[in-house]
Protein backbone atom coordinates (compact mmCIF):
# COMPACT_ATOMS: atom_id res chain seq x y z
CA UNK A 1 0.00 0.00 0.00
CA UNK A 2 1.27 3.38 -1.09
CA UNK A 3 2.25 5.72 2.35
CA UNK A 4 1.61 9.66 1.99
CA UNK A 5 3.04 11.85 4.87
CA UNK A 6 0.28 15.16 4.78
CA UNK A 7 3.19 18.68 4.67
CA UNK A 8 1.76 21.57 6.36
CA UNK A 9 3.78 24.14 4.30
CA UNK A 10 3.49 26.81 2.78
CA UNK A 11 5.37 28.80 0.42
CA UNK A 12 4.78 32.08 -0.84
CA UNK A 13 5.75 33.92 -4.37
CA UNK A 14 5.15 37.71 -4.54
CA UNK A 15 3.14 39.73 -7.68
CA UNK A 16 -0.38 38.62 -5.84
CA UNK A 17 -3.12 41.32 -7.25
CA UNK A 18 -5.28 39.84 -4.84
CA UNK A 19 -3.02 40.59 -1.53
CA UNK A 20 -4.08 42.97 0.89
CA UNK A 21 -1.69 45.62 1.97
CA UNK A 22 0.12 47.87 4.45
CA UNK A 23 2.26 50.46 4.40
CA UNK A 24 4.72 50.90 6.96
CA UNK A 25 6.35 54.43 7.65
CA UNK A 26 10.04 54.68 8.94
CA UNK A 27 10.56 55.60 12.73
CA UNK A 28 14.42 56.29 11.47
CA UNK A 29 16.92 56.60 8.89
CA UNK A 30 20.21 58.34 8.24
CA UNK A 31 23.21 58.50 6.53
CA UNK A 32 26.78 58.16 6.85
CA UNK A 33 29.80 59.21 4.76
CA UNK A 34 33.56 58.09 4.13
CA UNK A 35 34.44 61.47 3.69
CA UNK A 36 33.44 62.86 7.27
CA UNK A 37 33.38 58.76 9.16
CA UNK A 38 32.77 60.19 12.71
CA UNK A 39 29.87 62.26 11.25
CA UNK A 40 26.16 61.79 11.54
CA UNK A 41 23.51 63.12 9.73
CA UNK A 42 20.28 61.69 10.82
CA UNK A 43 18.25 64.82 10.91
CA UNK A 44 19.13 65.61 7.39
CA UNK A 45 16.31 65.89 4.98
CA UNK A 46 17.50 63.54 2.07
CA UNK A 47 19.78 60.38 2.64
CA UNK A 48 22.64 59.39 0.05
CA UNK A 49 23.66 56.02 -1.58
CA UNK A 50 27.12 57.00 -3.47
CA UNK A 51 29.80 55.25 -4.89
CA UNK A 52 33.46 56.05 -4.22
CA UNK A 53 33.80 57.96 -7.86
CA UNK A 54 30.28 59.24 -7.99
CA UNK A 55 30.19 63.49 -8.20
CA UNK A 56 27.81 66.45 -7.49
CA UNK A 57 27.46 67.43 -10.92
CA UNK A 58 26.26 71.27 -9.91
CA UNK A 59 29.60 71.47 -7.62
CA UNK A 60 31.81 69.67 -9.20
CA UNK A 61 32.73 67.48 -5.80
CA UNK A 62 33.83 64.12 -5.41
CA UNK A 63 31.91 62.98 -2.13
CA UNK A 64 33.34 59.68 -1.46
CA UNK A 65 31.25 56.41 -0.36
CA UNK A 66 27.85 56.66 1.30
CA UNK A 67 25.60 54.45 2.86
CA UNK A 68 22.11 54.80 4.27
CA UNK A 69 20.29 53.10 7.14
CA UNK A 70 16.38 52.50 7.15
CA UNK A 71 14.44 51.53 9.96
CA UNK A 72 10.67 50.52 10.13
CA UNK A 73 8.32 49.21 12.80
CA UNK A 74 5.94 46.54 11.27
CA UNK A 75 3.48 46.32 14.52
CA UNK A 76 1.00 47.82 12.48
CA UNK A 77 1.37 45.62 10.19
CA UNK A 78 0.84 42.61 11.92
CA UNK A 79 -1.91 44.00 14.16
CA UNK A 80 -3.82 44.35 10.73
CA UNK A 81 -3.40 41.84 9.20
CA UNK A 82 -4.18 39.74 12.29
CA UNK A 83 -7.05 41.91 12.24
CA UNK A 84 -8.38 40.48 9.10
CA UNK A 85 -7.00 36.84 8.72
CA UNK A 86 -6.28 35.88 12.08
CA UNK A 87 -3.41 35.70 14.44
CA UNK A 88 -0.53 34.20 12.34
CA UNK A 89 -2.96 33.03 9.94
CA UNK A 90 -1.47 34.90 6.90
CA UNK A 91 1.86 35.03 4.54
CA UNK A 92 4.20 37.83 2.96
CA UNK A 93 3.63 37.68 -0.17
CA UNK A 94 5.11 40.61 -1.19
CA UNK A 95 7.69 44.11 0.12
CA UNK A 96 7.93 46.89 -1.97
CA UNK A 97 10.60 49.63 -0.43
CA UNK A 98 9.36 53.24 -1.60
CA UNK A 99 11.73 56.12 -1.72
CA UNK A 100 11.00 59.33 -3.58
CA UNK A 101 14.56 60.71 -5.50
CA UNK A 102 15.34 64.05 -5.63
CA UNK A 103 16.94 64.91 -9.20
CA UNK A 104 18.70 67.93 -7.82
CA UNK A 105 20.07 67.70 -4.24
CA UNK A 106 20.55 71.24 -2.66
CA UNK A 107 23.81 70.47 -0.97
CA UNK A 108 27.15 69.78 -2.32
CA UNK A 109 27.59 66.58 -0.25
CA UNK A 110 24.92 64.63 -2.01
CA UNK A 111 25.42 62.87 -5.66
CA UNK A 112 24.27 62.51 -8.63
CA UNK A 113 24.30 59.68 -10.91
CA UNK A 114 22.58 57.02 -12.57
CA UNK A 115 23.91 53.32 -11.06
CA UNK A 116 22.91 50.43 -9.24
CA UNK A 117 22.87 50.14 -5.51
CA UNK A 118 22.00 47.21 -3.08
CA UNK A 119 19.19 46.68 -0.84
CA UNK A 120 20.17 44.60 2.25
CA UNK A 121 18.19 43.22 5.53
CA UNK A 122 20.34 43.74 8.97
CA UNK A 123 19.67 41.67 11.96
CA UNK A 124 20.53 44.46 13.96
CA UNK A 125 18.31 47.01 14.84
CA UNK A 126 20.06 48.86 17.60
CA UNK A 127 21.64 51.78 15.77
CA UNK A 128 20.92 55.47 17.33
CA UNK A 129 19.23 57.74 14.06
CA UNK A 130 21.57 61.24 15.58
CA UNK A 131 20.67 64.73 15.16
CA UNK A 132 23.07 65.68 12.54
CA UNK A 133 22.37 67.63 9.14
CA UNK A 134 25.12 68.20 6.34
CA UNK A 135 25.43 71.85 7.44
CA UNK A 136 25.60 70.89 11.36
CA UNK A 137 26.53 67.19 11.54
CA UNK A 138 26.69 65.63 14.87
CA UNK A 139 28.25 62.80 16.98
CA UNK A 140 25.34 61.60 18.60
CA UNK A 141 24.37 58.65 15.94
CA UNK A 142 25.58 56.33 13.57
CA UNK A 143 28.35 57.14 11.38
CA UNK A 144 30.42 55.67 8.81
CA UNK A 145 33.34 54.21 11.18
CA UNK A 146 30.47 52.24 13.14
CA UNK A 147 28.75 50.95 10.51
CA UNK A 148 31.02 47.64 10.13
CA UNK A 149 29.81 46.67 13.74
CA UNK A 150 26.16 46.75 12.30
CA UNK A 151 26.73 44.55 8.98
CA UNK A 152 28.21 41.39 11.05
CA UNK A 153 24.72 39.80 9.77
CA UNK A 154 22.69 40.94 6.90
CA UNK A 155 21.09 39.31 3.93
CA UNK A 156 20.95 41.20 0.33
CA UNK A 157 17.12 41.86 -0.60
CA UNK A 158 17.65 42.99 -4.31
CA UNK A 159 19.99 45.05 -6.50
CA UNK A 160 18.49 48.01 -8.20
CA UNK A 161 18.90 51.30 -9.93
CA UNK A 162 18.21 54.78 -9.60
CA UNK A 163 17.09 57.48 -11.97
CA UNK A 164 18.79 60.57 -11.26
CA UNK A 165 14.83 62.70 -11.89
CA UNK A 166 12.85 63.68 -9.63
CA UNK A 167 10.17 60.74 -9.15
CA UNK A 168 9.04 58.41 -6.37
CA UNK A 169 10.08 55.02 -7.38
CA UNK A 170 9.16 51.08 -5.93
CA UNK A 171 11.70 47.93 -5.61
CA UNK A 172 10.18 44.96 -4.95
CA UNK A 173 12.26 43.19 -2.29
CA UNK A 174 13.45 39.51 -2.46
CA UNK A 175 11.27 37.60 -0.11
CA UNK A 176 14.26 36.34 2.00
CA UNK A 177 13.25 34.16 5.23
CA UNK A 178 15.20 35.80 7.54
CA UNK A 179 13.21 39.05 6.49
CA UNK A 180 9.91 37.81 6.56
CA UNK A 181 9.83 36.45 9.54
CA UNK A 182 11.39 39.52 11.22
CA UNK A 183 8.50 41.85 9.42
CA UNK A 184 5.84 39.04 10.72
CA UNK A 185 7.44 39.76 14.54
CA UNK A 186 6.15 43.14 14.35
CA UNK A 187 9.42 44.85 15.79
CA UNK A 188 11.97 47.06 14.01
CA UNK A 189 13.19 46.12 10.54
CA UNK A 190 16.47 47.56 9.30
CA UNK A 191 17.37 48.14 5.59
CA UNK A 192 20.71 49.43 4.58
CA UNK A 193 21.43 50.05 1.10
CA UNK A 194 25.01 50.79 -0.71
CA UNK A 195 25.84 50.96 -4.16
CA UNK A 196 27.07 48.43 -6.60
CA UNK A 197 28.41 51.36 -8.82
CA UNK A 198 32.00 53.05 -7.92
CA UNK A 199 29.44 56.33 -10.27
CA UNK A 200 25.58 54.89 -8.45
CA UNK A 201 24.75 58.63 -7.15
CA UNK A 202 21.31 58.48 -5.37
CA UNK A 203 19.92 60.99 -3.37
CA UNK A 204 16.27 60.89 -1.62
CA UNK A 205 14.28 62.00 1.03
CA UNK A 206 14.07 61.27 4.33
CA UNK A 207 12.00 61.02 7.13
CA UNK A 208 12.26 64.87 8.03
CA UNK A 209 11.70 66.08 5.02
CA UNK A 210 8.48 68.39 4.77
CA UNK A 211 6.41 66.20 2.51
CA UNK A 212 5.44 63.34 3.75
CA UNK A 213 4.36 61.66 0.85
CA UNK A 214 8.15 61.74 -0.27
CA UNK A 215 9.28 60.20 3.51
CA UNK A 216 10.86 56.25 2.56
CA UNK A 217 7.86 53.44 2.87
CA UNK A 218 8.05 50.18 3.47
CA UNK A 219 4.54 47.94 1.77
CA UNK A 220 4.00 44.65 2.67
CA UNK A 221 1.43 42.33 1.02
CA UNK A 222 0.22 39.65 2.80
CA UNK A 223 -2.73 36.79 2.03
CA UNK A 224 -4.31 34.09 4.20
CA UNK A 225 -1.92 31.54 4.23
CA UNK A 226 -3.41 28.19 3.06
CA UNK A 227 -3.68 24.93 4.59
CA UNK A 228 -3.58 21.14 3.31
CA UNK A 229 -6.79 20.59 5.63
CA UNK A 230 -7.04 17.00 4.55
CA UNK A 231 -5.69 13.86 1.95
CA UNK A 232 -7.42 10.66 0.24
CA UNK A 233 -6.86 8.37 -2.27
CA UNK A 234 -9.02 8.35 -5.25
CA UNK A 235 -7.84 4.97 -6.85
CA UNK A 236 -4.77 6.47 -8.85
CA UNK A 237 -5.22 10.04 -7.60
CA UNK A 238 -4.29 11.73 -4.85
CA UNK A 239 -7.48 14.45 -3.70
CA UNK A 240 -6.30 17.33 -1.39
CA UNK A 241 -8.56 19.93 0.54
CA UNK A 242 -7.05 23.34 0.63
CA UNK A 243 -8.92 25.95 3.69
CA UNK A 244 -7.91 29.74 3.46
CA UNK A 245 -7.82 29.83 -0.10
CA UNK A 246 -8.73 33.54 -1.85
CA UNK A 247 -11.16 33.57 -5.13
CA UNK A 248 -9.47 33.78 -7.93
CA UNK A 249 -5.86 33.14 -6.25
CA UNK A 250 -4.22 30.47 -8.57
CA UNK A 251 -2.72 27.89 -6.42
CA UNK A 252 0.00 24.89 -7.55
CA UNK A 253 0.57 21.73 -5.59
CA UNK A 254 3.67 20.18 -5.75
CA UNK A 255 5.56 16.87 -4.60
CA UNK A 256 8.65 15.18 -3.41
CA UNK A 257 10.00 12.22 -1.89
CA UNK A 258 12.73 14.34 -0.76
CA UNK A 259 12.31 16.89 1.77
CA UNK A 260 16.37 18.37 1.01
CA UNK A 261 15.69 19.08 -1.97
CA UNK A 262 14.76 23.31 -2.84
CA UNK A 263 11.47 23.71 -3.55
CA UNK A 264 12.09 24.69 -7.65
CA UNK A 265 12.48 20.63 -7.63
CA UNK A 266 9.30 19.70 -6.25
CA UNK A 267 7.10 18.23 -9.03
CA UNK A 268 3.83 20.09 -9.61
CA UNK A 269 1.30 17.46 -9.69
CA UNK A 270 -1.94 20.16 -9.40
CA UNK A 271 -3.41 23.43 -9.98
CA UNK A 272 -6.47 25.10 -9.21
CA UNK A 273 -8.08 28.37 -9.02
CA UNK A 274 -10.89 28.37 -7.17
CA UNK A 275 -14.05 30.68 -7.60
CA UNK A 276 -15.04 31.12 -3.95
CA UNK A 277 -12.47 32.05 -1.12
CA UNK A 278 -12.51 29.74 1.56
CA UNK A 279 -11.99 25.72 1.48
CA UNK A 280 -11.61 24.15 -1.87
CA UNK A 281 -10.05 20.99 -3.26
CA UNK A 282 -7.56 19.81 -5.43
CA UNK A 283 -7.15 16.65 -7.68
CA UNK A 284 -3.05 15.50 -8.18
CA UNK A 285 -4.23 12.69 -11.01
CA UNK A 286 -2.25 9.53 -11.23
CA UNK A 287 -0.11 10.88 -8.43
CA UNK A 288 -0.72 8.05 -6.10
CA UNK A 289 1.85 5.72 -8.51
CA UNK A 290 4.59 8.00 -8.73
CA UNK A 291 6.46 6.80 -5.45
CA UNK A 292 5.61 5.94 -1.87
CA UNK A 293 6.48 8.22 1.31
CA UNK A 294 5.35 11.63 -0.69
CA UNK A 295 5.05 14.83 0.59
CA UNK A 296 2.80 17.84 -0.28
CA UNK A 297 2.74 21.50 0.03
CA UNK A 298 0.87 24.32 -1.68
CA UNK A 299 1.84 27.62 -3.24
CA UNK A 300 0.28 30.55 -4.29
CA UNK A 301 1.08 30.42 -7.96
CA UNK A 302 3.18 33.35 -8.92
CA UNK A 303 1.49 36.02 -11.49
Given at each position: MKQFLLLLLLVTLANSTRAF?????????????????????????ALTVSGSLA?????????????????FNTAGTV????????TNNWVITGALLQLTESGSPNNSIFDQGIGGFQVYWVADDDWPEGTGTPMLPTSDGIDYDSEPVLLTNTVSLGTFTNTVTSV???????????FTTDARAGGEVTLF???????????FYSRNFGTAAFHPYLE???????????????????VLTISNGVAGESYNV????????????????????PATTGSFSVTATNTAAIAPGQFFTIEAQQE
Open positions: VFTNNDDADTFVRSNSPVANYGAAGTNTVYGYTNGIADTFIRTNFNALFGTLQFPLALSPVLTAADPLTGFTISALPQPVIASLKLSGPDVLSTTNLTLPLNHWLLVASNT
